[in-house]
């Protein structure tokens, strides 16, 4: 019979670089580093295995002989002593099994194919906002899609896009929670959809001005503040408010704004031409940057979109910043005959389908800088019918 207990608490606090048996299976690796574990080999059919049981700066040797001994008992019912212990980790994450924390693993599994890894946490705030105060408590095997209904109807009707994305994560949580081992319904959330029904919610558009319009507006921003400033550049470049109110001056390269990734709804870096008027207007701005960016608030940080949508409210207008990019697509449509794949493009909008963007490596640069200077050409009113607004005098 194999000698146990070989080693003694001095012998392995003093011993030099090596591996130390104690006897049946169980060893100790010291090496040259300093660091020490613990490890068990044992055979189970027929295949030796080799068990790490921590580091000796964590566990002793009375510990070490004690998890030896019980993964020795494992092996011996023919069990492999590693598996067993990860089954046992597993059945350990399903005790806690709330809907939070799954959430937040599912979150964290996320994250590298998020936008900025996540740190908007948009794609966690409608859980957080409408699900997770009524449901987080609950172990998640628990859910079922009454619980999902009964949160969710209060802003099935009236939120209609946010309790469609809170329904869309809830249901890749639910996922995550099946991948784990637990026991859920995974096909509760279409379950719950079906309970709800088809929402009563319209989609209310942003209002937008038409394109015959533009160049009247546009000619009235002349008083060079931050905000008109900013209003232009937003319509001779038809990108969204919160991609023009950060520009940077470190993001213009000659003729071209290089728009970081980060700051990107596709979450991909997008190069927007710009045209003569448009550097015009960048040039105006580098007078009033502060930190480098171009549009900057009055006290910290840059110009709000609600800055600029009260401007056009003071003006008695309906249209909004976000709705030019709606003036230029229409424009795009009815004045040019510009392709759907270039004026989609000029929005930073996805074209076409995986395969096909697969193959079609261009962002159209050379085509949407003609194109782009065509719409400055017609926004500064140089080659187009401006339809003026003018206030029709009361008949006496």
């Not at 040019?336 to 930073?348: I, P």
Request: net charge positive; charged share 30%.
């Amino acid at each position: 019979m194999a000698a146990l207990h070989k080693l003694t608490a001095i012998k392995v606090k003093t011993a030099p670089p090596g591996k130390y048996s104690d006897g049946n299976g169980l060893w100790l690796h010291k090496r040259a580093d300093g660091g020490s574990q613990w490890f068990l080999r044992v055979v189970v059919h027929g295949r030796r295995r080799e068990m790490g049981l921590g580091a000796l700066q964590n566990v002793d040797l009375r510990e070490a002989r004690t998890s030896a001994a019980r993964w020795r008992a494992v092996a011996r019912q023919g069990k492999d002593p590693i598996k067993e212990r990860e089954r046992l980790r597993r059945e350990d994450m399903k005790a806690d099994n709330t809907l939070q924390s799954v959430a937040e693993a599912a979150f964290e599994a996320r994250k590298a194919e998020l936008k900025n890894d996540g740190k908007s946490s948009r794609w966690f705030s409608p859980l957080e906002l409408h699900v997770l105060p009524k449901l987080g408590k609950m172990p998640v095997e628990d859910i079922d899609q009454l619980d999902i209904k009964n949160t969710l109807a209060p802003i099935w009707h009236t939120k209609a896009e946010t309790a469609k994305k809170a329904m869309n994560r809830l249901g890749i949580v639910i996922k995550h929670g099946a991948a784990m081992g637990l026991n859920v319904d995974i096909q509760a959330t279409e379950k719950a959809r079906a309970l709800l029904g088809k929402s009563r919610h319209k989609p209310e558009h942003v209002p937008a001005m038409p394109w015959g319009d533009v160049p009247t507006f546009y000619e009235s921003l002349s008083d060079g503040t931050v905000t008109q400033l900013c209003l232009r550049l937003v319509i001779l470049t038809a990108v969204r408010s919160t991609e023009a109110r950060h520009m940077n001056l470190s993001e213009i390269e000659g003729d071209t704004w290089i728009i970081p990734s980060y700051r990107m709804k596709t979450g991909k870096e997008y190069r927007v031409p710009l045209s003569a008027e448009a550097k015009r207007v960048v040039e105006a701005a580098k007078l009033l940057a502060r930190d480098g960016f171009l549009f900057p608030g009055v006290r910290k940080g840059v110009i709000s979109d609600a800055t600029m949508s009260k401007y056009m409210k003071t003006c008695g207008l309906e249209a909004r910043p976000h709705g030019f990019r709606s003036s230029f697509r229409t424009w795009c449509a009815e004045a040019t005959d510009v392709s759907r794949d270039v004026a989609e493009t000029a929005l930073a909008h996805v074209t076409g389908g995986k395969v096909e963007r697969s193959y079609r490596r261009t962002d159209f640069l050379e085509q949407r800088s003609v194109l782009m200077e065509r719409w400055a050409a017609h926004v500064t009113g140089q080659n187009a019918r401006v339809l003026k607004l003018e206030r029709r005098a009361n008949a006496d």
